[in-house]
């Protein structure tokens, strides 16, 4: 897989004219590659791309592959950012959610990267867990506060199809936590998390001293981006490309099939969904002349806008529509209000 790897990153190398700003090890679990793995594809962005010394390198870590050679070794590398999947801080959670570490670990895997020298840590963590007291969210958000990370990400449990928890739902072995106690724990997150110098810069993400993340900017700024191996999708500013999942029709590619990659160009509806889609999520929200650039609102859209403003969920700024805190709430849902069908 890893040749695989190295040659997508090879075959693409002037889909991307300018520098990157971002190198991102994610999508499973990257940090059970070995040294010699991980160097292997960075040599290739090194060899094939435009870096700097100023491009974030993240790596996705789960506590129970952080020790003190494994963080020393990424350091080495090049790695100079970790995001780590804490998720939480009660063993229960953590044991039916399968996760290989415990909430002992959680605290220790933070503090060793931090004697490895790093000084750009982000943490996950996840909100309306079955039978999560509101107390033990305050107490699990005030732990990473006092570890003194660079930058937090927050989401709220999801039930997918097809997922054990979903059928443990369904069998009333779990209970899911309410809608009230989920949004509850969001406002608690919201105004915890500020009080404590966080700036909450997107639905889900919270950044101590402007440490935002770059990958993920890139996302909602709608940056072009390449995203390699099964599964992945890239960006490039007019279209979506997205590998196979199934990774031995991607590893043959170009010798057994052709077909190892889907793609489509965007219309301008869905260059304007998108626009709302993603520009809400964040503190820096639509920008007008972007709006404008595509054409402008319709007049439903016009007073749909002053709906929302008045409602409270929309903030009209000098350049762009920013969602409230209380419109972060239901982000997706005031986007799909301007949403238009081709």
């Not at 100079?80 to 996760?99: A, E, T, V």
Request: charged share 25%; net charge neutral.
């Amino acid at each position: 897989m890893i040749l695989s790897l190295k040659e997508e990153i090879i075959l693409r190398k002037n889909e991307i004219k300018t520098p990157i700003q971002s190198v991102y090890f994610g999508g499973g679990t990257p940090s059970i590659l070995y040294e010699e793995e991980l160097a292997s594809l960075l040599d290739a962005v090194h060899k094939h791309y435009a870096v700097d010394e100023k491009t974030e390198v993240t790596l996705e870590a789960n506590p129970e592959n952080i020790n003190k050679n494994s963080v020393l070794a990424w350091k080495g590398l090049g790695i100079n950012r970790l995001s780590i999947g804490l998720q939480s801080f009660k063993n229960d959670d953590l044991k039916w959610m399968n996760r290989g570490h415990n909430n002992t670990q959680n605290s220790a895997c933070v503090k060793t990267v931090y004697d490895a020298g790093f000084n750009n840590v982000s943490v996950d963590l996840i909100y309306g867990l079955p039978g999560l007291r509101n107390s033990e969210w305050e107490g699990f958000l005030k732990k990473v506060v006092r570890l003194g990370v660079e930058h937090i990400s927050a989401y709220c449990l999801t039930i997918e199809d097809k997922t054990k928890l979903k059928h443990d739902v369904e069998n009333k072995t779990i209970k899911p936590l309410s809608e009230r106690k989920q949004i509850e724990q969001f406002e608690f997150l919201c105004s915890f998390l500020k009080q404590s110098g966080y700036e909450h810069y997107e639905v889900s993400n919270f950044a101590l001293n402007k440490n935002y993340s770059k990958h993920n900017r890139s996302y909602w700024d709608r940056k072009e981006y390449i995203g390699v191996g099964p599964s992945a999708h890239s960006y490039s500013g007019k279209g979506r490309r997205w590998n196979v999942s199934n990774n031995h029709t991607y590893m043959a590619r170009g010798t057994k099939t052709k077909h190892w990659y889907n793609q489509e160009d965007l219309s301008t509806d869905s260059v304007w969904n998108e626009l709302f889609l993603t520009g809400l999520r964040t503190k820096w929200g639509v920008l007008k002349k972007d709006i404008a650039s595509l054409g402008g609102f319709t007049s439903n859209e016009q007073e749909e806008i002053k709906r929302m403003i008045d409602k409270g969920d929309l903030i009209d700024s000098a350049k762009a529509y920013v969602l409230s805190e209380k419109g972060l709430l239901f982000a997706d849902a005031i986007s799909e209000h301007f949403f238009r069908v081709s």
